[in-house]
């Protein structure tokens, strides 16, 4: 397949305006979004990226179609800077920012330019332990993958992208953490929340590195969970553990104000044929404004709150299988906050936690019965070795 960035350049020089790749679409502002009316995007296959001195900048399909840009100018009051994208990534965009659907040949797409993507940035990752080329490093985001219903009774090991079976020193190049020792022999110290992260209300955020360091401890599902609800809930005002079994979603743990307790335990969701959930089709994540739309205030109603502005789900697999839901929001005015790869970090090491807390069960189920099994044993070699009495 064709790599992605270099169509867009060639599009960039064929139509002379810039190119806005895939990462400037993948979480744009609610402000931002709100510029451009759903009328025109939908019309002029246009999505907006940001807002300055110069103008409002818009990726197009046709960014030299003068009729476009001067309607879209007219309605918003802005001098409008033209951009170039990819047209499956336009649609892509205006699926996730305006409910706009995209056929599945957009879908099917998108996820192949994904794939294509993050085998170029392993294979770059790769060639950069082996001390081939010394970029700054990069993080890789998990390619997407298929939704379909968890099998509680299946668990196999995990796949290389979480880390399993994967060289230690990829596996710390690719979290951003350095584990190495330097030459006086002292371990790396993880930097603490008042360094990384100053709080400007009086509260200490727990950071990437704490957060982390809370997975790998858990000692239970429960416990992972909660290392992702507390992290989430110190940059949003809401935060949503939503489990996946059978095809129906139900809530499993939640952080943050403005929920019926009543309503929220009781609360399913079908996975296949609610709105909010189709949001995260082809993709491995949605943050970003809540559409417009009356189909997406069903998902508020059930759980008893009000609608936000801006949101964020993020898909947890486990063995190719979607066992669990993320969901936060900022509440009816706020906004999601936070570095988005950080989150991605560590949704990413989720999975890796929970097979590890499968590992140790397993470990320990083995070490309660090893005593009787070695005493089977013992008794049983006994008895073949034993010489008959005379």
């Not at 807002?51 to 399909?61: A, K, S």
């Not at 918003?76 to 336009?90: N, Q």
């Not at 100053?198 to 957060?211: A, F, H, K, L, Y």
């Amino acid at each position: 397949m064709i790599d992605e960035d270099a169509l867009g350049d060639t599009l960039a020089r064929l139509f002379r305006v810039p190119y806005a790749p895939a990462k400037v679409l993948r979480s744009l502002a609610a402000e931002t979004v709100k510029h451009l009316p759903f009328r025109l995007a939908e019309k002029y296959r246009a999505v907006p990226i940001s807002v300055d001195e110069g103008g409002l900048h818009v990726t197009m399909i046709e960014p030299r179609n003068v009729q476009s840009l001067d309607e879209i100018s007219f309605a918003t009051g802005y001098r409008v800077k033209p951009w170039i994208s990819p047209e499956a990534r336009i649609y892509q965009a205006l699926d996730r920012y305006y409910g706009v659907r995209r056929s599945t040949r957009y879908v099917n797409l998108c996820r192949s330019l994904d794939a294509t993507q993050s085998m170029r940035e392993s294979e770059q990752l790769t060639r950069r332990l082996k001390g081939m080329e010394t970029p700054p490093p990069a993080v890789r985001l998990a390619e997407g993958r298929r939704m379909g219903p968890s099998d509680p009774g299946e668990v196999s090991d995990l796949g290389g992208e979480y880390g399993y079976g994967r060289c230690w020193k990829e596996i710390a190049v690719d979290i951003g953490v350095d584990r190495r020792r330097p030459e006086n022999g002292r371990g790396q110290e993880l930097p603490s929340a008042q360094k990384l992260n100053p709080p400007s209300d009086g509260t200490v955020r727990p950071t990437i590195w704490e957060s982390t360091d809370k997975l790998c401890r858990a000692d239970k599902k429960q416990d992972a969970v909660d290392a992702l609800l507390e992290f989430a809930a110190a940059r949003m005002a809401r935060a949503i553990f939503l489990g996946v079994n059978d095809e129906i979603v139900s809530v499993w743990d939640s952080r943050g104000a403005d929920f019926d307790r009543r309503r929220k335990s009781r609360a399913t969701f079908p996975l296949e044929s609610e709105p909010l959930f189709q949001l995260l089709l082809g993709d491995e994540c949605y943050r970003g404004p809540l559409p417009p739309l009356p189909s997406f205030t069903e998902f508020y109603k059930a759980l008893g709150m009000e609608s936000p502005r801006e949101i964020m789900l993020v898909p947890i697999y486990f063995d190719d299988h979607l066992v669990a839901i993320f969901y936060g929001d900022g509440g009816r005015e706020g906004e999601v906050t936070g570095e988005h790869d950080e989150f991605m970090r560590l949704f990413r090491m989720f999975p890796m936690a929970i097979h590890q807390i499968l590992l140790r069960d397993n470990m320990r189920a083995i070490g309660y019965f090893f005593p009787e099994i070695e005493n089977a044993t013992e008794k049983g070699a006994k008895e073949q070795t034993a010489l008959p009495t005379p």
